[in-house]
């Protein structure tokens, strides 16, 4: 086992639960985070009781001014942290201008600056190279009217990602932004999206393949990772078709029942 620690943010649930059970099935120690200190703890129980591993739990509200540096702060204190999944990500359904601002703030702070924060804080820490693994989403690639926000800064994470895995491969940090379509978890509903008509309409791949495919990603050291054909068809189509026609299809998309 190795004596270094993988961070995950978002780790209670979905994706980034799925990814934390990945990394420790390898073998990885853990510091997890989300906002719910007793269902980590329940997490972390039962990671340790399956996998043997250590894990540290340091509850965290990534939307909050000053949380990321703190998080960061206790979790490097004493350990070595060589894989960092930044997973935790919120957005909301609905029309921009009905949309409620504390709300929409809430996913910036999330999704941009936290996440952000914390790979500022990691690349120095990361002195013998490391993983970094941003949770994207093939949003990052389309223009989304009824999302527009949540698009918005999945284009950043995505943009970003690339940008740190090519400036940072003189100090052997890996960078991956894993970008995956609609999927089995509790964003969703966390989002309003209940109604959404390919949601309602589909069947959808399930947190714990998306995580097995972006852990095996990060280890690989791919830049994007885009899970799932239709997802891979939707990049390729992002390439030939003007944005505004995009923004067309995606409206439509995100129409509801």
């Known amino acids: 086992m190795s004596g270094a620690f993988t961070l995950v943010t978002g780790a209670s649930l979905g994706i980034g639960l799925e990814i934390a ?66 997973n935790a990500g919120l957005g909301s359904h609905g029309g921009f201008a009905e949309a409620d601002w504390t709300r929409e703030k809430r996913s910036i702070d999330v999704n941009i600056t936290a996440l952000t924060e914390l790979c500022k804080l990691a690349v120095p820490h990361m002195k013998s190279g490391g993983r970094i693994l941003n949770v994207a989403s093939i949003a990052g690639f389309l223009p989304g009217p009824a999302m527009a926000v949540y698009h918005a800064t999945k284009a950043y994470v995505l943009s970003l990602s690339v940008a740190l895995n090519e400036e940072l491969k003189d100090r052997r940090i890996t960078v991956t932004a894993l970008c995956p379509g609609a999927t089995q978890s509790n964003f969703s509903s966390d989002a309003d999206m209940g109604n959404v008509k390919f949601i309602k309409s589909g069947k959808l791949p399930t947190a714990a393949s ?30 030939i078709l003007p944005r505004t026609m995009l923004a067309f299809i995606t409206r439509r998309a995100f129409g509801t029942l």
Not at 34 to 60: F, Q
Not at 210 to 216: C, F, K, N, P, Q
Not at 230 to 237: E, I, P, R, V, Y
Request: no cysteine; glycine share 10%; aromatic share 8%.
């Open 210 to 239: 998306v995580a097995e495919y972006g852990y095996g990603s990060a280890i690989g050291g791919r830049a994007v990772a885009v899970p799932g054909f239709m997802n891979k068809a939707t990049t390729w189509l992002t390439r």
């Open 21 to 86: 059970r990945v990394a420790a099935r390898n073998g990885r120690n853990l510091i997890i985070t989300a906002r719910s200190a007793d269902t980590l703890e329940d997490v972390a129980k039962t990671m340790r009781e399956e996998y043997g591993v250590e894990v540290v739990v340091i509850p965290a509200d990534l939307s909050v001014e000053g949380e990321a540096a703190r998080l960061w702060a206790e979790a490097a204190e004493g350990r070595q942290i060589d894989f960092l999944v930044n």
